[in-house]
């Protein structure tokens, strides 16, 4: 059995009796041989008001996930490296904005956004992970990057078997989008320090519940390592 | 502003600085004047081994929730009774277990089954709530109820606008059912008291999550009030 | 029996003997409460041209539907009248050309395209039609105007139990919409004028098989009257 | 330019002139190495009344197609041996009949049927293509075979890049299970003379149709000698 099938950021706040129970879902982790990186709402919205904690942020920035954010850039941006490396398709979620289709009527979640927080500037794709020619963006207006989008027919056509997710919130559309892709038939991975929350608590629980019930978890650095070692046996061969 | 907003089950473990985080989601609840009630996997696999702390079944039923499941029985009752009286259209789910499907192929979640957790006795619906004539019953293999099954599809025809749900488990099915159908269009209500879950720290985030996100988390009781309220309103017409 | 349930343009091309193998799906035809109009791509590329025989403009404007595109405009006003009169939601579908959005990668048929023929400008609304304020524009990759898209969001949102249509093609994506939207659950409609194919053959047998297996197609005539006499039988109340 | 890729059944129906309109599809016709077989409902319904003319069997059997069904037996045979003997998994599509799921409120089109006509035994696959261990039924209840069922999952974990479609009829479950399979992402390839329908004229319109915009139409023999193509490849290896 997978000794560090546990060994993640939930162990400080789920229990071990209440990780006994999940015994059943212990497996073997990978990631398949047709993968592709689905990094979800990595907009400028995330990151306002800057590296500092969120309680900071929140009353003008009701969207950003303060300190956590900026946290996240430096593995999110090893992972992008990977996985541009090993020519994985990437994949960027951002929301609507065109005026006509009526993002205002079908959003995420139920947040009241002030005037300032809407508008094409603020879901721009953070400089740090600017799409490359080839990549795609996918405009969506829920919180799954699956719901209302035509990101099941690019991963098909690409004949994609494994998502590799990271980006925000993951206690919202990572969570959708990740539990979607495994209802669609993909083997789902989670780029843990890549993921990102505005709240710990929900960050934790919603990682523990994806990695037992539709998802395997996995550090930048396992991620990271697995491309590299399949670059380097195709290499070789 | 609304009061009781934050007045759930998650008081004891969300801290009150993280709740002020999320002052942007607060609204007034409400259900529709067109609701239907969803309700997730009570079947018999969920009760096995009895009304005993979830650890003392989890062994020889890991898709137990033990006295979770039996505590929610009652309040379940009351909800399914007040959804009757008002003429709710009410929907169960439980899973796919012809064979000529391929019920193990395409899973729920990634957990291991013992042979003698699969076939249809396990996943009839308990007694306490055995589907009326006229009821429907969505027979899955994902986690969420719309998720390769015609729910929407019913739903549509019968011109629902609100989807209260309850049921099992709050952070696997129940989750990706509500957030499926805050996806669709509906406006989801979930049944606090009426939903269980084998563990308590993934029942409350994930209900807090769904609370602020996509979903309005009423007790049974105001539920099953406004439920009547609407009742004797028309009755007075 | 309903004895108009056949006086349609597919008479001539549909021998009576084969509509005799139809009887099973006559039914009173019928609008719905809460109707919706729902627009398929009356976008410029379909008028590429002018109002001339197809074969003239086929070479030049692979997707231009010529004299049948003209043909439709005045009916297409009539129906367009009749449902902002009666106060539908109105839907305009067109297609994705933003470019990050690979919009040449997933399409909405195996149709080769001229560069000259993408881009934002061909895909704009007609004026014509213009959208109007609060009016929808649906943008989608594929032939379905649900496919990849939240329209069944807005639809569930607004609580739509019917869903007329028009535009073009009738064989292409107002077939798969139609389609799709009585998968959904809805009672659908089609305005039979405002409809348009560059090949009268395919208009024809596509109209034919929808009208039993799947819509009530109507004449513009025939809907403008049954919403004017909803109207009235308001303001008389 | 490929010489025969008009050389198909509806070179009787629609004429050149109409042909030379859709020169713009004109393309090399292909398998991909990753294929699945999908049977849309050969099931015993579509047989009744024998191998008949469909008018003599259409008023005691409305869904039967007749001497079409019949006519496809030796074709669909020779596919399915063929596609069986390359490896492919199989899938077929049937209606779901269980009285819990309430298959008579979402059906698959608007056909009234005779409550002789209903209840699993007309819905068994006929046994000249009697599903194999290891082969899939998909029980749905719209036309298409991926609406409402978990279809898309099952192709997507066997990581299948082409679709094979027969069965019926053409233009039903048959067309709407092929469009969504396209707008899916799978590249689609239709049987020819294993597809069937009661109505000659809707058979090949929409085959006309479908092979321009979404879809290979290919014969049996050459699905066929494709198949067994690659078999020698690879045993050549």
């Known amino acids: 059995m997978n000794d560090t099938f546990e060994d993640h950021c939930w162990r400080d706040i789920i229990p071990p009796d209440v990780i006994e129970l999940y015994q059943h879902y212990k497996r073997d982790l990978y990631i398949g041989p047709r993968a592709a990186l689905v990094a979800i709402d990595l907009y400028e919205l995330a990151y306002q008001g800057g590296a500092k904690p969120v309680a900071e942020v929140a009353k003008d920035y009701p969207s950003s996930c303060g300190i ?3 946290n996240a850039i430096a593995p999110a941006q090893k992972l992008f490296a990977a ?3 090993a020519g994985l398709p990437v994949f960027f979620t951002t929301t609507e904005t ?3 289709a009526k993002p205002g009527a079908v959003r995420a979640t139920n947040r009241r956004m002030p005037q300032s927080q809407r508008g094409p500037d603020v ?6 992970f600017a799409p490359q020619p080839g990549e795609t963006v996918i405009y969506k207006q829920r919180a799954s990057g699956f719901f209302g ?3 099941i027919a690019h991963l098909t ?3 994609i078997d494994t998502v590799i997710i990271c980006g925000e919130s993951t206690s919202g559309c990572v969570r959708a989008t990740t539990v979607d892709g495994y209802s669609y ?3 789902m991975v989670m780029a843990e320090e890549a993921c990102f929350d505005r709240s710990p ?3 934790k629980v919603n990682l523990f519940d994806l990695h037992h019930k539709y998802a395997d978890v996995m550090t930048v650095a396992d991620i990271a390592s697995r491309l590299e070692g399949r670059m380097q046996a195709e290499a070789a061969q």
Do not use: D, V
């Open 149 to 151: 989008t035509p990101l």
């Open 157 to 159: 056509q690409l004949n």
């Open 83 to 85: 996985a541009r490396a």
């Open 68 to 70: 956590h954010a900026w």
């Open 201 to 203: 608590i929900s960050h």
């Open 98 to 100: 065109r005026t006509a």
């Open 185 to 187: 038939g993909f083997h």
């Open 123 to 128: 879901y721009a794709i953070r400089p740090e």
